[in-house]
């Protein structure tokens, strides 16, 4: 798969990440749901999502676990939302269930 061009931005949070190539994957991955779901994201959504991916990716990698959350909470979510997030935590690989209601925000937002 050809690699996606980022912005300068972007590619600043991804280099300066724990592991640069998993956040880069997951972003590719992101996006290309983002765009199969006909979602559009901003600038300046699209920098939160790198930075929470990046977070992710680091918890990841060392073994950290969020705090317990009620999943309760997230029960207006749409499936949408949580396949997209169940995906790219699936390829991080190493995180909690919980943090695929927190990643669905992302994309519940940009269906609104």
Known sequence: MKQLTFSKEI???ILRSYSPSKVRNAMELALLLIKKN???ITDLQLKILANHISSMVKRSESNEKIE???QSLFSEVSQ???DISSKIVGLIGNLSEDEIYILSIHFENLKH
Do not use: A, Q, V, Y
Request: hydrophobic residues 35%; negative net charge; aromatic residues 0%.
């Open 11 to 13: 590619e600043e949070i």
């Open 38 to 40: 006909n979602l559009k």
């Open 68 to 70: 317990k959350i009620d």
């Open 80 to 82: 949408t939302s949580l």
